[in-house]
């Protein structure tokens, strides 16, 4: 099989359109492949190679995966992969169920669109699962972190996000979801179109665009209020931005996105609150002499190691 048959073969498999003798043919080719070595999870370098030309080989350290599995993801590992990103898949079963995992790592990002053509954008920090047969079960969980979807729409089947006990409907829209565990809520923003936010106590919630519903993941209510969805996905467009947060919270994020360890002489320190935007490639050396200058305090840096 030459280089373009085994392409435009691979984007009807990803389709859904191979008929059965197309797809007996692709999966033979990839058994043929893989007996020839073990096959395993990401090299970047390789895994370009591989999806770009004849895709003889594929290494790597960590994961192992069936290559059925490889084939449903691979259009999102090229995303990845030009980004220059560092992430991870997995493959595994819930219940029985045949789950695909994606993660990323500290400082890292990730952009994939999903087979239904739903994107979504992960942030530092962050996993998601969601069943291999996708298209028809169109179910996310955020297991950690946080994400932003915009969703295709497909009125026969509904989309739904899972997080900490939080359920979020939708038909197609776009909106955002925050659900790191160390912060003990949930919270949900909307963007464009319309989503029922489900708590096991509380009503749903209703939101439009530009509004948001924080929930407790220790009580399970949730507060409803207007706020400016642009800047809560300002992440997406290489934006860091901070509305009022105490500095404990922006200490939080910080060493998320850049893998930093932040501590705290005074607790008095932590509730000082703190407002400004940053971009992704601004360093921080930069953010940490606007957080001193605009609070009048000092800090110290030793080996990745930030005090005020």
């Not at 096959?39 to 059925?68: N, Y």
């Not at 932003?148 to 909106?175: H, I, N, R, S």
């Amino acid at each position: 099989m030459n280089e373009t048959d085994f392409k435009k073969l691979l984007d009807r498999y990803l389709k859904g359109d191979c008929t059965p003798a197309e797809k007996e043919r692709l999966e033979q080719w990839f058994d043929q492949l893989s007996e020839e070595g073990s096959v395993r999870g990401t090299d970047t370098t390789a895994v370009m190679e591989r999806l770009k030309g004849k895709i003889d080989r594929q290494i790597g350290p960590e994961h192992f995966f069936r290559w059925p599995v490889v084939l449903r993801i691979a259009a999102s590992v090229i995303v990845i992969l030009s980004a220059g990103i560092w992430t991870y898949f997995q493959y595994h079963r819930v219940d029985n169920i045949p789950y695909i995992t994606a993660s990323t790592g500290r400082g890292q990002q990730l952009k994939l669109t999903l087979p239904d053509g739903s994107v979504v954008n992960l942030n530092a920090g962050s996993s998601i699962r969601y069943p291999e047969n996708f298209r028809e079960h169109r179910t996310i969980d955020l297991l950690e972190g946080e994400a932003c979807f915009d969703v295709a729409a497909m009125k026969e089947y509904p989309f739904t996000v899972t997080a900490a006990g939080t359920k979020t409907e939708v038909l197609g829209t776009t909106f955002n979801v925050q659900a790191y565990k160390a912060w003990n809520e949930v919270t949900v923003t909307v963007v464009r179109g319309k989503v029922a936010v489900k708590t096991p106590a509380a009503s749903p919630v209703l939101l439009l665009p530009d509004e948001q519903v924080l929930i407790s993941t220790t009580t399970g209510m949730a507060r409803k209020q207007p706020f400016n969805a642009d800047a809560v996905i300002g992440w997406v467009n290489g934006k860091l931005q901070f509305r009022n947060e105490t500095l404990q919270h922006v200490a939080w994020m910080l060493e998320n996105n850049y893998d930093v360890k932040i501590m705290f002489k005074e607790e008095a320190t932590k509730e000082i609150r703190f407002t400004a935007s940053f971009s992704d490639t601004d360093s921080l050396e930069k953010i940490l002499f606007a957080i001193a200058k605009a609070n009048k305090i000092k800090y110290s840096v030793r080996d990745n190691v930030v005090q005020f």
